[in-house]
Every structure is written in C-alpha cells, then in structure tokens.
C-alpha cells in the first residue's frame, strides 16, 4: 500500500514536471522542471530496487547532463529572457507528432511486453554482464556507440563555446 502511494506521488511529480518543463516560458526554469523528472525517474528506480540504476540516474543524468545543459543554456540564451511561443500551426503539429510517436510506443510496448517478461523470467543478468554488454568490444557491444556519443558531446559544446565568442 505504501509503495503504491510512494508510486502514485512520484508519478504525479514527474508528470507535472514534464508538462512544466516543456510550457513554460523561462529556460531556466524549464531545465529545472526537468532535473525534477530525472530526480523522480531516479525515485522510480530506487522503488523497483535497482539502487544502481537510481545512482546512474542521479549522477549521470541529475548530475552531469544537466550541468552540461545549464551550461550550454548560459552560453547560448540570455537565461531571463522569455522564450516566445511558436506559430499555432506549428504547435498543432509537433502535437500530431507527439502522438504519432506515443502511438508507436505504445503499440511496440503493447505487443512486445509477453516477449520482454518470457526473456526475464528465463534468465538473471548479473551486473557484470550488463558492463561487457555495454563496454565490450565484441560482436553486439557497445563501447564503439559510447565513444561516439563522447565525441558528439565534445563538439557540440565546442559548439556552444563558438557560438557564445561570437555574440
């Protein structure tokens, strides 16, 4: 019962955060509704009993990305300045397609959950080898994606350096 009452108030918490996050006018502010949704994803996690995956969230996600996105916004925008609302066309159709993509997640996750818990109930992963399906250098692993995504990173904060030393 009080898992289910700590679900429905972290719930509430991120849904509010997002809708804040994405209609409010100050970019600042809507950074820090979003640091509210990561912090609640990591409350999420630490409610299923993944503390690792809670500790990523809140160090990588809370901690690192959102630097880097307050950084960037500080470089690039004037952080008081009210950011102005697009055309109604335009809002009409990033609506259309922000359904379009909860409809597709919804329909994969719909008909591919029986497979995802037939996969899990068959067999326990172990941390180690989630880290060398993640960071290994064979066939279906991932350390070449990561190290690109780095490189992406760097260079769109060199990005936003050389933007900021035009102005």
């Keep these: 019962m009080a ?7 972290l719930a509430t918490i991120i849904v509010f955060s997002t809708i804040m996050a994405v209609t409010t006018q100050k970019i600042i502010r809507s950074a820090t509704f979003l640091l509210f949704v990561l912090l609640g994803t990591a409350g999420l996690y630490l409610l299923l009993d993944y503390h690792f995956l809670m500790a990523v969230q809140i160090a990588v996600y809370g901690g690192g990305v959102m630097v880097l996105f307050i950084f960037a916004i500080l470089l690039t925008h004037e952080p008081g300045v009210d950011v102005k609302f697009e055309k109604p066309g335009r809002i009409f159709i990033s609506a259309l397609a922000a359904l ?4 597709i997640c919804g329909h994969i996750i719909f008909y591919n959950v029986n497979k995802f818990y ?3 109930t068959q067999q326990e992963l172990n941390m180690q080898d989630i880290g060398m399906g993640m960071m290994g250098t064979d066939k279906y692993q991932y350390l070449l994606p990561f190290e690109a995504i780095s490189i992406l990173l760097l260079a769109c904060i060199i990005g936003g350096i050389m933007i900021a030393r035009k102005r």
């Design 118 to 120: 037939t996969y899990i």
């Design 3 to 9: 898992e289910q009452i700590i679900f429905y108030i």
């Design 100 to 103: 379009a993509g909860l409809a």
